[in-house]
């Protein structure tokens, strides 16, 4: 919907659609009573199905592809300094020169323009500076920016998403956020290479954050080629979030299945990460020793767990690997010693244990967010970005209450985070959810760290405070994840909060006794 994935669904390969086929309406079925009321414009039936990148052309930023279409070239995620930027126009698919475009046609916020070139032929090219504090750039061009024989081109758009300077970015030698959301590439954000998806493998809503990968048939894999420059065979960690939809039940040569992920070639495989059940299981090719590991965990399928894989050969014969799941340590060996024995042909792959053999221990399900580390994070630092969790890209909210009281006005304080630091958004307390209780005051209405206050309409009882989805957002318009609790009310008794019914028998008289 309007270029962007905005539903999915999967059947089994090969499954045939409706054969019988009829005449084609437009605006509701004549013999029934379910007509649409509105405007329909460019109607276009195919004999294919367009792939994401097509939809998007034909979209183009709400303005059609029928006319002077503009093309943008630039990273959708970058932790560059300086970006470099192609810009031309298409008409029909085909290059055109357009003339009377200047620097001041583009509209820039995140970044500052510092050259910009028409090397009149068609082709424009500028370089961006992030302003200081941004985390995302945006470039528009009006309609009529750029002329071609008394034709103006079309209105455009582009977002580039900027690497934020979250806790540990220092030691990242490798970031693939997977949230493209289209085309047949995933790009590092920290090296600037690009992976290349095969197989069946496709963009999916189902996500930590924006979009994921997800792995469905055999032959569905990633390529995320040789280990970025900086990546230690002997200090690193590994960092996904990952959904397992079911077990495949087949295993890789080195007896490892559900593999999520791999670094290996056709002949030699240094490392494989996989699921069993509910354990994490690991295979090591290091200097000392090939052998496979197992860790008891509590993994289960449809759920998103945070997987941590810290490995550091300088403390062996301690342990030198350490498995973390979901903000907790599942476990840790000391039977591998030396650094990985990877050789310099040896590739990334997500969803498969090795290139020439796919089904074996493939992987079915969701890969997300996936961190490589020159160093061995710890236990707190995996927990900071899992975030009880949330991830850190989420914007996170965090309450600060009393379970029980009996004076008004009550405080609440909202604490706001994004990307493991405090984040500033703007709050909305028209949208506060209150039951049994009226609203009291707020201390500011934008900042990281807000207080609510509220009184108390019955003693006792229960009061409810519900902060909607949205009800904070930040600059970018990122919003919160709902969150609901329960304050109790009146005398100081033992878990107020959690009462649900409280007789005194204090009447003293008559037939009736009250549920407090």
Request: proline share 3%.
């Amino acid at each position: 919907m309007n270029g962007q994935l905005s539903a999915e669904s999967s059947f089994p390969a090969g499954r045939q659609g409706e054969i019988s086929l009829g005449d084609w309406f437009i605006g509701g079925m004549p013999t029934f009573n379910d007509r649409f009321a509105g405007s329909i414009d460019d109607v276009r039936i195919y004999s294919i199905a367009l792939n994401d990148d097509e939809v998007g052309k034909i979209y183009n930023n709400s303005s059609g592809d029928m006319g002077l279409v503009a093309e943008f070239t630039a990273p959708s995620i970058t932790d560059d300094s300086n970006i470099s930027v192609d810009l031309r126009f298409l008409q029909f698919e085909e290059p055109v020169v357009v003339t009377d475009l200047n620097q001041s046609d583009l509209i820039v916020t995140g970044a500052t323009i510092s050259t910009f070139n028409d090397t009149s032929d068609g082709n424009f090219s500028f370089t961006l500076i992030p302003t200081q504090g941004s985390t995302e750039i945006t470039i528009s061009l009006a309609q009529g920016a750029g002329q071609l024989g008394g034709n103006a081109t079309l209105p455009s758009n582009t977002f580039i998403q900027l690497v934020p300077p979250v806790p540990g970015k220092a030691d990242l030698v490798s970031w693939w956020w997977l949230d493209e959301g289209k085309g047949t590439s995933a790009e590092d954000s920290i090296s600037g290479s690009r992976g290349t998806l095969s197989g069946g493998v496709s963009w999916s809503l189902a996500s930590t954050y924006g979009t994921s990968l997800s792995f469905l048939n055999t032959g569905d894999y990633a390529d995320l080629g040789v280990p970025a420059a900086g990546f230690d065979t002997n200090e690193f960690s590994l960092n996904f979030w990952f959904r397992r939809n079911e077990e495949s039940f087949s295993w890789s040569a080195e007896q490892i299945s559900n593999v999520m992920l791999s670094l290996g070639n056709d002949e030699n495989c240094s490392l494989q990460l996989g699921t069993k059940g509910s354990d994490v299981e690991i295979f090591l090719s290091t200097i000392g020793k090939s052998d496979r590991a197992s860790m008891s965990a509590n993994i289960s399928d449809g759920t998103w767990h945070y997987l941590s894989v810290s490995y550091n050969a300088s403390i062996s014969p301690d342990n030198e690997l350490q498995i973390f799941l979901d903000g907790s340590s599942i476990g840790s060996t000391s039977i591998y010693e030396g650094g990985l024995s990877a050789g310099l042909t040896e590739k990334w792959f997500l969803g498969i244990a090795r290139l020439n053999s796919t089904s074996d221990g493939r992987f079915m399900g969701n890969l997300d967010d996936i961190r490589f580390s020159r160093k061995a994070v710890s236990l707190s630092e995996h927990q900071s970005v899992y975030n009880s969790g949330n991830g850190d890209l989420n914007l996170g909210l965090y309450a600060s209450y009393p379970s029980a009281t009996h004076s008004n006005p009550i405080s609440v304080d909202l604490n706001f985070t994004r990307y493991g630091m405090p984040w500033v958004v703007d709050f909305n307390e028209s949208m506060l959810g209150l039951s049994n209780s009226v609203f009291h005051d707020i201390n500011v209405t934008t900042g990281s760290s807000i207080r609510v206050e509220f009184n108390s309409t019955v003693d006792p009882g229960i009061l409810t405070v519900s902060l909607p989805e949205g009800i904070a957002k930040d600059a970018s318009l990122t919003g919160n994840q709902p969150l609901s609790f329960s304050i109790g009310f009146g005398h100081p008794v033992t878990k107020l909060e959690n009462l649900v019914a409280w007789w005194t028998f204090d009447e003293g008289n008559g037939t009736t006794v009250k549920d407090f």
